[in-house]
């Protein structure tokens, strides 16, 4: 019988952490998805969608000078309205798992219930998208700070 070297423990830690963190890197698809903002100095932030189209999803990643962090997202329906809103439902924001859009529909990652993306400012239920007020500017939408920082509680 061989004996077990110290090399041969060595070798296998460093394979079993290579194995973790490729996983980790696979299942995390999501983790490069949101773009940072940040407020200008009048408490705004401003996102560009001329460039978005129908049944399209931009994520976003709200971070300000207190290092207070909220997600969003910007959608434009099938009939080209746009859809701003958290990425937490108020059921399950606890978990962090957000949202995905899936054809039309607007899916929650956590019970894989789907709202109409059309319907997302309507806020039809518990698991849906919390919706952000903004105000639309020609071909950009206009967030106050006080407004994305109300979804903070969904975050911390």
């Known amino acids: 019988m061989k004996r077990f070297r110290p090399i041969h423990g060595i070798l296998l830690v460093a394979l079993l952490m ?9 299942l995390s698809a999501n983790r490069n998805r949101y773009e940072r903002v940040a407020p200008d100095p009048r ?4 996102v560009e969608v001329g460039a978005l189209a129908p049944l399209q ?3 976003f990643r709200f971070l300000n000078s207190g ?3 909220v997600k969003f997202f910007v959608a434009r329906d099938e009939r080209g309205g746009l859809q701003v ?5 108020e059921s399950d924001f606890k978990l962090k798992r957000g949202f995905r859009l899936d054809g039309t529909w607007i899916v929650n990652n956590k019970c894989t ?5 059309a319907e997302v400012n309507d806020h039809p239920s518990a698991c849906a ?3 952000l007020r903004y105000r639309a500017e020609g071909d950009r939408i206009v967030l106050a700070e ?3 920082l109300g979804g903070w509680r969904y975050f911390r």
Do not use: C, M
């Not at 408490?43 to 401003?46: A, L, M, R, T, Y």
């Not at 809103?85 to 439902?89: E, K, T, W």
């Not at 219930?113 to 993306?117: A, D, G, R, V």
């Open 18 to 26: 290579a194995a973790v963190l490729g996983a980790e890197r696979l």
């Open 43 to 46: 408490g705004e932030v401003v």
């Open 57 to 59: 999803i931009r994520f």
């Open 67 to 69: 290092n207070q962090e």
């Open 85 to 89: 809103a958290f990425d937490a439902s």
């Open 113 to 117: 219930t789907s709202f109409h993306l």
């Open 129 to 131: 998208p919390v919706p």
């Open 146 to 148: 006080a407004d994305i």
